[in-house]
Each structure stands twice: as C-alpha cells, then as structure tokens.
T-cell receptor, first 109, second 112 residues
Framework: GQQVQQSPASLVLQEGENAELQCNFSSTATRLQWFYQHPGGRLVSLFY???GTKHTGRLTSTTVTNERRSSLHISSSQTTDSGTYFC???????????FGKGTSLTVIP | EAAVTQSPRNKVAVTGGKVTLSCNQT?????MYWYRQDTGHGLRLIHY???????EKGDIPDGYKASRPSQENFSLILELATPSQTSVYFCASGDDRGAEQFFGPGTRLTVL
C-alpha cells in the first residue's frame, strides 16, 4: 500500500512563529486530505487538496502531485493550534485513505 | 455540517467478551469506514462499506467484523476481544467520490 511520511514528527513553536509541515508519499495519489486532531482526540478536516494551493485563515496547503508531496503552512501560530496534524492520501479507484503518523505541534505562549 | 456520531464513547471489556461499537451518520453518504488509532501507527483502516448490506476488509481486518444494516449505521464487532485490541476507534463517512472523509469523535476501548 501507500507509504506516507510526515515530517517533522514533533515541533515546538513560540506563539507567533510560523510552521511548515511536510507530507511525502510513495506513489501517485489522487486524493489528499489534511486533518487536525484536537488534544482531546477529535479529528477535524482542514483541507481536501489533491493538487495546487488552498488557503483558509492562517493555514495554507500546497500539494505538488507529480512530486508526491504536500505541505501545510501555519502562519502566526497560536496556542490553540497545538495538537496533531495528519496527512492522508488515497489512490484512484481505492476507498482506503492511508494516514501518515502525524506531526505533533506544541505552541507555547 | 455533516454529523457522525459514535457510541459508546468509552468501553471497558474483558478478554474473550463480545464488543460492538456503533456509528451513525446523517450525511447520507454511501461510504463508511472504521479505523483504529494507536501510538506510532497513525490511523489504520479495519473495514469499510459502500452502502447498506456491504462490508469490505481494510488493511487490518483480523479479529473484527463489520455490519452495515442501513445507510446511516455501521457497526464494528469484536467477537472475542483481546488486549491487543485496546485502542481508539474512529468511524468516518464519505461520499461516492471518496474525496473527503468526515470523522466521528472516537471510542476509547480498553480490553482487560
């Protein structure tokens, strides 16, 4: 199956700093989704972004499909951004999303 | 917004016992999924369904059964629970394009 590598595994930021989270995958992906997991466990979809760039608030996702990579940029981080960020991908014709192991983000005041 | 609910939210079971985890979605999505999340593994797919009456094996189906009696409901069944099945279980739904998945709040299962 797909291999999904996320980096870094963990990250600590001072409030106000920016963060860049990376997702690399082993073969062609036609579907890609970024999730945020609250410290309490709830998974929230941030972006469905199989190609190109999308923005919402302080978040930007950029996926370069033919290079098999995606990034999530968080600008002006806040303590409420703390949690774990997952990248998940799937191939054409398959229902299975493969998840990376996540990036744990801690933002300190 | 689409809604996926799970019950129970927490469960303690004994080894060898039967456990049923339930999931309900009001999104009218055809596709539903069961994942487990363990430290160091991210989320892994156990079973999924394309619609009422269908179940398919995911990446780690051993020790689990699934049931999809209706569009809205998808259950995960552990006939003989083992301590290795202690985990957090997430249900999700998605439309036919399979583009996005929407997750429930999770069920924390402990098998003693």
């Amino acid at each position: 199956g797909q291999q999904v590598q996320q980096s870094p595994a963990s990250l600590v930021l001072q409030e106000g700093e920016n963060a860049e989270l990376q997702c690399n995958f082993s073969s062609t992906a036609t579907r890609l989704q970024w999730f945020y997991q609250h410290p309490g466990g709830r998974l929230v979809s941030l972006f469905y972004n199989p190609s190109g760039t999308k923005h919402t608030g302080r978040l930007t996702s950029t996926t370069v499909t033919n290079e098999r990579r995606s990034s999530l940029h968080i600008s002006s981080s806040q303590t409420t951004d703390s949690g774990t960020y997952f990248c998940a991908i799937a191939n054409t014709g398959y229902q299975n999303f493969y998840f990376g192991k996540g990036t744990s983000l801690t933002v300190i005041p | 917004e689409a809604a996926v609910t799970q019950s129970p939210r927490n469960k303690v079971a004994v080894t060898g016992g039967k456990v049923t985890l339930s999931c309900n979605q009001t999104n009218n999505h055809n596709n539903m999924y069961w994942y487990r999340q363990d430290t160091g593994h991210g989320l892994r797919l156990i079973h999924y369904s394309y619609g009422a009456g269908s179940t398919e094996k995911g990446d780690i189906p051993d020790g689990y059964k699934a049931s999809r009696p209706s569009q809205e409901n998808f259950s995960l069944i552990l006939e003989l629970a083992t301590p290795s099945q202690t985990s957090v279980y997430f249900c999700a739904s998605g439309d036919d394009r399979g583009a996005e998945q929407f997750f429930g709040p999770g069920t924390r299962l402990t098998v003693l």
